[in-house]
């Protein structure tokens, strides 16, 4: 299937929303960018560590949390 879309802003790109759920993509996910045959190639980063599915995903406030609950515990 082929979609069309728009630069905007900044030159951003928007992404239909049926491509971002059918890769599975988030806000902040990373991309390479490469011209071929004067075409533009976006390429999803992979997601080595969470393709592996031994780790999760997780942000400063998990970090934080599990931090004060060593220290409460007297572990850290």
Request: without cysteine; neutral net charge.
């Amino acid at each position: 299937m082929v979609w069309q879309v728009r630069l905007g802003r900044k030159f951003a790109v928007y992404l239909p929303r049926e491509v971002v759920e059918k890769l599975g993509l988030r806000e902040g996910d990373k991309f390479e960018v490469r011209i071929a045959n004067g075409e533009i190639v976006l390429k999803p980063v992979p997601k080595l560590l969470k393709k592996r599915g031994i780790w999760a995903e997780v942000d400063l406030e998990d970090v934080e949390r599990v931090g004060e609950e060593l220290s409460e515990a007297g572990l850290s």
